[in-house]
């Protein structure tokens, strides 16, 4: 019988067989899309049973995979904080002098609103297995687009009890399209250069329209992926290059150095975003 209910032993060497296992069923592409196909599930409830001896429902999985991306996700935010530090290979972080740590937390907790800044728990050490989770989740962190500084989030640090699956929000965790909205009024604004342009887009009815038109790409890209699941005939590549898809966005008129060359930089990696963009007949949507 499997432990549902149980509080899962997620010792470091069973996070490993995890992270192991689904680079493995990536590979083997059964994650297209982002999304896991119901055999790729299988196979991962099944390697790790033999590999830890320890049966699993997919919903403890699963809930260990979001944990382990809502981290990657805040040590992104924290490196895009930080750009222009040093790195310490040894700790897997960014060297940060405790003048910008206190900067920093200043920014981010909230002891009103009872919040706090999710970067500080990477102040002596990164991740564990940093590189293997770039592979896992590379294209989902936030990319930085939003003008104030990521991190000021609330603290309640995801439990493991694994008794109930993680609500899906329409799987906005694999685009975050959440860092393309304005800031909140009151908020104060990353200090650097790019600040006036990034306004200046924020204002743009092009960039609310490529906003709606970013939404509109993940429920279609929803819908692709449970067709290409449903169908074991894979799907035609008429997929646009990388270079193709942003040769299209600067045609629409977006100009280098802005925020939104840097979000749709971001969102172009993927081939599903891709994809739609292309088939826009007009370059104003």
């Known amino acids: 019988m499997g432990d549902k209910g149980q509080k899962a032993d997620w010792c470091d060497a069973n996070v490993k067989h995890l992270i192991d296992i689904c680079k493995g069923e990536i590979e083997a592409g059964n994650r297209p899309l982002g999304l896991w196909t119901k055999n790729g599930w299988k196979n991962i409830r099944a390697k790790y049973e033999e590999k830890t ?20 996700t805040w040590f992104m935010e924290f490196k895009n904080c930080a750009t222009g530090l040093g790195w310490n290979e040894a700790k897997q972080t960014v060297d940060c002098s405790k003048e910008w740590w206190a900067e920093h937390l200043a920014r981010c907790n909230n002891p009103e609103k009872g919040t706090k800044c999710n970067h500080v728990r990477f102040e002596k050490q990164g991740p564990k297995h940093l590189d ?37 929000s329409r799987d906005s965790d694999d685009v975050k399209l ?16 790019s600040s006036a342009a990034e306004e200046k887009d924020e204002k743009s009815p092009f960039f609310r329209l490529y906003k709606n038109t970013c939404m509109r790409i993940e429920t279609a890209a929803e819908k692709i992926s449970e067709s290409v699941e449903a169908s074991s005939a894979p799907p035609a590549n008429q997929v646009p290059t990388i270079k ?27 081939p599903e975003f ?7 007949e007009t370059n104003g949507g």
């Open 178 to 193: 959440a860092a393309l909205k304005k800031a909140k009024p009151g908020k104060k604004k990353r200090k650097g250069s």
């Open 53 to 72: 001896g320890l049966k699993k429902t997919k919903i403890q999985l699963k809930n260990k995979l979001d944990n382990l991306k809502k981290e990657f």
């Open 132 to 168: 293997d989770l770039h592979m896992l989740f590379d294209k989902v962190h936030v990319t930085g687009a939003s003008a104030s500084c990521p991190g000021d989030i609330s603290s309640d640090d995801s439990t493991e009890e694994d008794v109930s699956e993680v609500q899906k």
């Open 244 to 270: 193709e898809a942003m040769q299209m966005v600067k045609d629409c008129g977006v100009e280098e150095k802005t925020a939104l060359m840097h979000t749709a930089t971001f969102l172009m990696m993927k």
């Open 274 to 280: 891709r994809e739609v963009f292309s088939a826009l």
